[in-house]
């Protein structure tokens, strides 16, 4: 019996076949190379997770098509429910990266779920890439070798654009926050504390939610009753729904300014008619002149989910957008180590020179001191109008 063949596999070879008959036959296809994605595949932020899929789906079919990876090297999209808890999250990214061998993981939406991740990962030494979780701690966690980056919004950048928009679109000079109690509220609590401070902006005050809430109207009538004239929101979905449900029932109309969590889910449906007073960040739209890749996307999307017939279908398009070209990156930098293991893929992202993307032309997107690809530059406003994601105009 060869010796490349344990007693098992001989034993579960199809009868007829003699061993012998094996040798010297062509080699057998090379194995996938498995990439791991931990995101809210269910539950209040369920269209994120399948925004992020399609988003590697069509990075990687385009990929698979060229030839894949490494020589051959197909790449494979394993996927797990994180249902947005934290814990859940943490044993999935292990079972993805024990179990399932993973070359590297991704995350979703929520910042406490990566937050329980990152120090799984720098142990495990096996890259983590974030595309939508937020918080500034995620990359920046003090590991070192750190083996965390994000192709996503960093907190402490997307605060100094939410606190200039406020100011400069609506005029505001005394806003008001309101913040999900949780690791990413924290994170924004900081950001934009700092922000307003640098802008000499004086902050109403700042009122905390839980993501189960179902009526914030005291927290915002202490913001009214101090005179905020408008109102900055972090939070994802179904209490960011509750937030404006809770505005609409005191009938106070300040202007809404949020982070993106709530494009996740179902926000428009959950809020109801005042929806679309909200603006808020993306990192990029589907509307609008597109560069090649955009059109190339674009075009892939529509032949691939038939609910997508143009660029307003695409919900939400940062969970695509930044999927698509985190996964490219992914894969210009396997080439580049020449190898799935993880110190060596890690050290592939740092030697990515430039990548002309879907969001930008990225130039150095990862450094030993910056492991984040995306910058407040990066950033477009946005509002829904029905369950449409459309650019703010005028």
Do not use: C
């Not at 369920?46 to 925004?51: I, N, T, V």
């Not at 005179?227 to 009938?251: E, F, M, Y």
């Not at 050290?347 to 690809?373: M, R, S, V, W």
């Amino acid at each position: 019996m060869p010796t490349n063949l344990t007693r098992r596999q001989a034993l579960v070879l199809p009868a007829g076949i003699a061993v012998g008959s094996l040798i010297g036959r062509p080699a057998i296809a090379a194995e996938p190379v498995k990439i791991g994605l931990v995101a809210a595949l269910s539950g209040p932020s369920a269209k994120s997770g399948e925004g992020i899929t399609r988003g590697l789906t069509i990075a990687i079919d385009e990929i698979n098509a060229k030839g894949g990876v490494l020589g051959g090297r197909m790449l494979e999209l394993v996927r797990r429910d994180d249902e947005s808890n934290p814990g859940k999250g943490q044993t999935a990214a292990r079972e993805l990266i024990d179990k399932e061998g993973v070359a590297i993981l991704f995350g979703g939406i929520d910042s406490p779920v990566s937050l329980a991740i990152v120090p799984l990962v720098n142990s495990a030494k096996v890259p983590f890439m974030g595309f939508w979780a937020a918080a500034t701690n995620i990359t920046r966690n003090g590991a070192n070798p750190n083996f965390v980056f994000r192709v996503s919004a960093v907190d402490v950048l997307v605060d100094r654009a939410l606190i200039k928009y406020a100011t400069t679109k609506f005029g505001a000079e005394k806003p008001g926050l309101m913040l999900v109690n949780n690791g990413w509220g924290e994170s924004n609590l900081a950001g934009l504390t700092a922000a307003a401070e640098a802008a000499g902006v004086k902050l109403a005050g700042a009122e905390k939610f839980d993501d189960k809430d179902a009526d914030m109207t005291p927290q915002l009538q202490r913001l009214r009753e101090a005179s905020a004239d408008a109102v900055i929101l972090v939070g994802n979905a179904a209490p960011g729904a509750q937030v404006i449900k809770s505005l609409q029932r005191s009938a106070w109309t300040v202007p809404i300014v949020s982070h993106w969590g709530i494009s996740g889910g179902r926000f428009p449906e959950l809020a109801g008619s005042w929806a679309g007073k909200v603006h808020f960040v993306q990192t990029y739209s589907f509307f609008g002149p597109q560069n090649d890749v955009g059109k190339r996307v674009l075009a892939a999307l529509m032949a691939k989910y038939p609910d997508i017939k143009g660029p307003g279908d695409v919900t939400p398009p940062v969970g695509v957008a930044n999927a698509y070209d985190a996964m490219q990156l992914t894969a210009l930098a396997i080439t580049k180590a020449g190898s799935t293991e993880g110190p060596k893929l890690r050290e592939g992202l740092l030697a990515i020179e430039n990548y002309q993307g879907l969001i930008k032309n990225y130039t150095k997107p990862f450094t030993d001191d910056n492991h984040d690809a995306l910058n407040e530059n990066d950033y477009v406003m946005v509002r829904y109008n029905g369950d449409q994601i459309e650019p703010v105009t005028g």
